[in-house]
């Protein structure tokens, strides 16, 4: 479906810079919305889905708060609540440093990493889907273009 169908876009854009940013700007809402409702069965939300991504990613080490924060996709997250909430669910381990007790470490655990890996998978089914239509260059192109729009 084009842009404009989309957003019911009555008037042409200014320009195609112009649609090319309203364009990501709905792709990524979309994307967003799809992404989590494949996780809604998991109890746990992107940002969440993201925190336990980056534990696993350093497991068996530990991860600070703070670097949590700086590996985040959606900055905007408050790291701390996000994680008494995946510790409330039994997903991750907080571990107080003995030395300094303001120092928290944060751990995935076993339920952490399954959970994860039956929603990463829910994820890929969803993104196959959707990436369907593309082929490896143009999904490497379509990257490449949004590191060019970041930058």
């Keep these: 479906m084009k ?6 876009q009555e008037k042409p854009f200014k320009d ?4 090319a940013v309203i364009n990501c700007i709905y792709t990524a809402s979309w994307l967003q919305t799809n ?11 992107m940002q969440q889905y993201n925190i336990l991504r980056i534990l696993k990613g350093q497991n068996p080490k ?3 708060i703070k670097l949590l924060q700086e590996r985040m996709l959606d900055k905007m997250s408050n790291s701390s609540r ?5 510790v409330d669910k039994k997903l ?12 928290v470490e944060v751990s995935i655990n076993q339920n952490g990493l399954l959970l994860l890996e039956l929603a990463t998978n829910e994820l890929d089914k969803l993104l196959n889907q959707k990436l ?17 729009f970041r930058s």
């Design 132 to 148: 369907t239509n593309f082929t490896l260059a143009e999904s490497a192109l379509l990257s490449d273009l949004l590191d060019k």
């Design 82 to 86: 996000l994680v008494d909430k995946l």
């Design 35 to 45: 992404m989590n409702l494949a996780l809604k069965p998991f109890k746990i939300s």
């Design 92 to 103: 991750v381990d907080r571990i107080v440093c003995p030395n300094d007790r303001r120092r």
């Design 16 to 19: 195609m810079k112009s649609k």
């Design 3 to 8: 842009i404009e169908e989309a957003i019911r």
């Design 62 to 64: 530990s991860a600070s």
